[in-house]
């Protein structure tokens, strides 16, 4: 009976343990349908493969993620380094 907790903790530590931190690096851009009613976005994707394979049968087009850390820049165009201080 012990074994099904130990079990299950191990299994959910393995799984947090691949999961990444921070954005996906891929939006995908999905297509109105034509009838004037905008599209959606779904910037969950972790490879550009795995974003086309969803955009390609309804159309759309992919994206990398303006929110993804470690891109050039900020998605609010600050700096993503240190600051710097400024002694008078």
């Known amino acids: 009976m012990r074994a099904i907790p130990i079990t299950a903790i ?3 530590a ?3 343990s691949s999961v990444e931190g921070g954005a996906a690096p891929w939006c995908a851009e999905y297509s109105g349908g034509g009838n004037g009613a905008g599209g959606g976005s779904n910037c969950g994707f972790y490879s550009f493969e795995q974003c086309l394979a969803t955009v390609r049968g309804i159309g759309g ?3 990398r993620n303006p929110f993804e850390l470690g891109s050039a820049g900020s998605a609010y165009g600050y700096a993503t380094g240190p600051r710097r201080r400024r002694h008078r």
């Open 10 to 12: 191990t299994f959910a």
């Open 14 to 16: 393995i799984l947090l």
């Open 61 to 63: 087009f992919c994206s």
